[in-house]
């Protein structure tokens, strides 16, 4: 049998299979990026500037992911009569192929889909989404490349595709890019507006969203405790500071993006105290990596600042977000905000820094 669907043929499905292995390669090596920053092995360094590149890369790893959503659809839409082909092995490589292309639509499917509930609901899975993401994302690309060794000999690109199938690639690339543009608003501030599912871009106190409330983190006694002290610790002893020391100490400001793994990010406009202003107050020297803890004793309660970031004029203590003493939910009385780094990473309610 003939198959007699438009979408059922070899040339439109090498063309979806082409920008399937684009945006495939783009989520990948991002989504590498991310997990070398926040799972740093020794070799691995990330450098703080520009301020803006990890913005940039997580923004494509979302997006990639988001557009591989039609494209994934519609390939196997296109190639679904020969899923159910009989004889079902004919040979034992036909048997590889056939496990290969299982394993692939299983596992890309899998990052499809946690990637997707990742950024509409804010971390359902919370400890285990990331490690199983990063493990089935090594499945996907590898399946991938078997494929696409497979399949490269039988390639259809030169030709120009009938008009009835030029028709439903023109769907396929509209689907995609309809997908991006509705999602890119979380993280491109001009599509803002245009965007509807960029849930949380412009929402939150000070024109900033929000990831975990104060409350959600169960700090707001001890976040506003008068009480509370900066607790620098060097191999020099501890310094502690009220808040009030810490606004006496130079202020710097700067223009920085917070920028979520989830894919959205915004600038804003931070003040506070340097990290090399303070480590030099504390005795200590900037470049020295430094350990960032938490009032939130939850899973993002610490984080470890790099030499390049601590070394870094721009990486502060921020007491002031646009303007203002920061609001309770941004961290107050103070957070780390740190040029090109994750939002993850970007620690709220700080009381102890230490010198690694
Ligand atoms: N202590 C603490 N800091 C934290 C978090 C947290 O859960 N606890 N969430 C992080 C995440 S995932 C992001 S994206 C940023 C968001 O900062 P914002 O809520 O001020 O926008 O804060 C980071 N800092
Ligand atoms: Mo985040």
Not at 79 to 90: A, M, Q
Request: proline share 8%; charged share 15%.
């Amino acid at each position: 049998m003939k198959f007699s669907s438009p979408a059922h043929a070899e040339r439109v499905t090498s063309r979806i299979g082409l920008a399937l292995a684009v945006t495939f390669t783009l989520c990948f090596v991002t989504g590498l990026i991310s997990h070398l920053i926040q799972h740093p092995p020794p070799w691995f360094g990330w450098p703080s500037r520009p301020v803006w590149l990890y913005r940039v890369t997580q923004g494509t790893h979302v997006l990639s992911g988001i557009a591989s959503i039609p494209l994934l659809l519609a390939k196997l839409w296109s190639v679904y009569p020969k899923l159910f082909e009989r004889p079902v092995i004919r040979s034992v490589a036909h048997a590889l192929e056939r496990l290969s292309i299982l394993v692939l639509s299983a596992a890309a499917f899998f990052e499809l889909v946690t990637g997707l509930f990742n950024i509409a609901q804010n971390y359902p899975w919370t400890f285990y989404f990331p490690q199983l993401h990063y493990a089935v994302a090594w499945v996907a690309i590898g399946s991938i490349l078997v494929h696409i060794a497979v399949k490269l000999p039988k390639v259809r690109l030169t030709k120009e595709p009938d008009p009835s199938r030029r028709a439903f690639l023109r769907t396929t690339w509209l689907a995609a890019g309809v997908a991006v543009v509705a999602t890119a608003g979380a993280t491109v501030p001009l599509l803002r507006n245009v965007s509807g599912l960029s849930w949380r871009s412009g929402k939150g106190p000070q024109g900033l969203p929000v990831n975990r409330t104060a409350a959600a983190a169960g700090v707001l006694d001890t976040a506003r405790d008068p009480n509370w002290r900066l607790s620098v610790v060097t191999p020099k002893g501890t310094k502690t500071y009220s808040l009030d020391e810490l606004r006496a100490l130079p202020q710097s400001s700067a223009e920085l993006p917070i920028a979520c793994v989830e894919g959205w990010s915004q600038s804003a406009h931070w003040s506070g105290v340097s990290l090399p202003e303070l480590l030099r107050d504390a005795e200590s020297a900037p470049g020295t990596p430094v350990r960032v803890i938490s009032l939130d004793k939850g899973i993002y309660g610490s984080s470890d600042l790099p030499g390049e970031h601590t070394a870094d004029e721009l990486t502060l203590l921020a007491l002031e977000l646009n303007g203002e003493i920061l609001d309770i939910d941004h961290g107050f009385p103070c957070r780390i905000i740190a040029p090109n780094r994750p939002g993850v990473l970007q620690t709220k309610w700080v009381t102890r820094l230490e010198t690694l």
